[in-house]
């Protein structure tokens, strides 16, 4: 059973460019949550997803958005790429329950020049 | 505002000693405490989830206590072993069926043989 799955692992953008990562949840899961984890810090929660809505959201600005597809899969993405925005981008699936225990991916190392 | 605080310092002790991290919250009253494992360059994977009404969760080798007046949990690895070499994050949530989960920024564990 294959657990979260990202793409790509590793990219390398530019200041100003777009950024799309994508993320397959774990089977049996619904909700998608995303985070951005910079370099000896904790993930850092953006937004999470459940039945293709937005459901609720951390203190980032809208440059990154997100959506999430029939099949629970998603996608984050960020525009005006800052070089602050390099950091390890998780993704994180789970079920709506009060504990809500995640499984993460391996994640999308992202590095802005 | 919601701080959660882990020893910011690595934590280094000897194969076969006992490792306890410690987890700090201000501003905050969990329902549920998580403890998490994050390798180099993977995600972070679930280990312990403890509720505000148990004083004490036990798996295999690993304890974990919630005080909720002292506003604090500990995570205490027995017989450590270099595979327990790795970032502990903590993750206390509060109750209601919500995604954010907010992390702290982990403590380093190394265990040397």
């Known amino acids: 059973d294959a657990g979260v799955t990202q793409s790509p692992t590793h990219l390398i953008k530019t200041r100003g460019q777009q950024v799309t990562l994508r993320c397959s949840p774990k089977?049996?899961?619904?909700?998608v949550s995303w985070y951005q984890q910079a370099l000896g810090q904790g993930p850092q929660f953006i937004f999470q997803?459940?039945?293709?809505?937005?459901?609720q959201r951390g203190n980032f600005p809208d440059r990154f958005s997100g959506h999430q597809f029939p099949n629970y899969s998603s996608e984050l993405n960020v525009n005006a790429l800052l070089l602050g925005d390099s950091a390890l981008y998780l993704c994180?699936?789970?079920?709506?329950?009060?504990?809500?225990?995640?499984?993460f991916g391996a994640g999308s190392r992202l590095t802005v020049l | 505002s919601q701080k959660i605080e882990q020893n910011s310092e690595a934590l280094n002790i000897q194969e076969g000693k006992t490792a306890t991290l410690t987890c700090n919250y201000t501003?905050?009253?969990?329902?549920?405490l998580q403890w998490y494992r994050q390798d180099p360059g993977r995600g972070p994977v679930f280990l312990l989830l403890?509720?505000?009404?148990?004083k004490e969760k036990r798996k295999e080798r690993l304890k974990v206590t919630f005080d909720t007046t002292l506003k604090q949990s500990l995570f205490h690895i027995t017989a450590s072993q270099p595979a327990d070499s790795a970032t502990y994050l903590c993750?206390?949530?509060?109750?209601?069926?919500?995604?954010?989960?907010?992390f702290g920024q982990g403590t380093t564990l190394q265990v040397k043989p």
């Open positions: 994180a699936s789970g079920t709506p329950s009060g504990a809500n225990v995640l499984t």
């Open positions: 997803y459940y039945e293709e809505e937005e459901r």
């Open positions: 993750a206390p949530k509060g109750s209601g069926n919500t995604g954010k989960l907010i």
């Open positions: 501003n905050y009253s969990p329902a549920y």
């Open positions: 403890i509720r505000e009404n148990e």
């Open positions: 089977s049996g899961h619904d909700t």
